[in-house]
């Protein structure tokens, strides 16, 4: 029954353990597609980022992500895709417009010691 207990405890104990050096990430980032002559080219750069965002694999998107810090990173999910388009001059009469993704992002990873 000693044996028991003792050994219960250390499960405990490993497994309390394992499990709170894991955290989870989220937050923001913003991307530039670049800047285009046109609004409408500029949506479009933006949208097409965005899917080549959503398409990227699990390996390519924590090659992407500042994940350095950590080990054991999960799944990145990628979510609430915003396309924003910022008008701009570098000098009169040049007209520029610069597409902005905006998108949230989530894993669960353990922190590197």
Sequence with gaps: MKRL???????LLA????????????GEQNISAGSFDSKTAAYEAGFNLKDSM???SQAERKNEFATLG???????KLDDFK???EEYASNRGEVKYRSILN???QFKAK???
């Design 15 to 26: 497994t309390s353990a394992f499990a709170s050096s894991f955290v989870n990430i989220s």
């Design 83 to 85: 396309v924003k388009v």
């Design 5 to 11: 207990i003792t050994l219960t405890s250390t499960m």
């Design 103 to 105: 998108f949230d992002y």
């Design 54 to 56: 959503q398409d990227m």
């Design 70 to 76: 950590y080990s054991h990173v999960g799944d990145i």
């Design 111 to 113: 922190q590197k010691d």
